[in-house]
């Protein structure tokens, strides 16, 4: 699917686009979600960029994630989706911001990527050039992993007091110990999918403020530091809480090993 972000007469809005029909004249953001070949093809037609098919995107090493060509600049990350389910994954977005456009090609479909294309429907001031709407995406991203780690710290927290009873509460039974187990393990994987997120942000952050293709402004040039800055903290913690999972891990199999005995 390739929906193309316009401009209105108050705003903005998403429309789908069938090619071969012509694009609009003006259009700030073309999303190809789990593209057909004509609609990457029209695309690369259009903006002179080449979209990267769905195995180059799973390339890990750098100069495959970031790189530039012609005018236009190429960046994917590793972002979490399905972080609410039972089994989350992981999985490569690429942003491309070329021709004063961004074109996001993905075959998921994260939460943040959902809430800003909403988003900006109702904000205009978000949508004032392509720079602009990748540093808010960016921002949602980060904000999501934010909000992940938050429930991750609460639920090991819950997991901490139960393992280690206060004053007259009664010591863990041998089911709660199992299945703390098991919450420390899904917590293990979340925090390890954040922290993997995190890096590949960090990588952006870092090279569109060096681009030579990119004209940033101040306040654009601001909002990344800003960004990046949120991705170093959280990254700090990541490491913390990933530091507490092993520690009540063994924890509880040490009860657990003290149980059987």
Known sequence: MLRLLIPTGSGYTWVEHAPPAPFPDEFLWAD???PTPDEERAVEALLTVDVPT?????????????????????????????LDSERPESSAITFILANGRMITNRYVD????????QYVERSPTACTSAPTLFAGLLEAFVERIADLLERVQTELDAVSQSIFPRNGESSPSSAELHSHIKQIGADGD??????????SFQR????????SVISLSADQRGRFKSTLRDVQSLSDHATFLG???????DAVLGLINLEQN
Do not use: C, H, W
């Open 243 to 249: 530091n507490k999972i092993q520690f009540l891990l």
């Open 110 to 117: 994260p939460t943040p990527v959902r809430r800003f294309m």
């Open 54 to 82: 769905r195995d180059e995107m799973k390339e890990i090493e750098t100069s495959n994630r970031l790189y530039e060509e012609g005018n236009a600049v190429y960046m994917t990350a590793t972002v979490g989706s399905k």
């Open 204 to 211: 952006i952050l870092m090279y569109v403020q060096q681009s």
């Open 190 to 199: 979340l925090v390890s999918k954040a922290r993997e997120s995190l890096v």
């Open 32 to 34: 190809l979600f789990e």
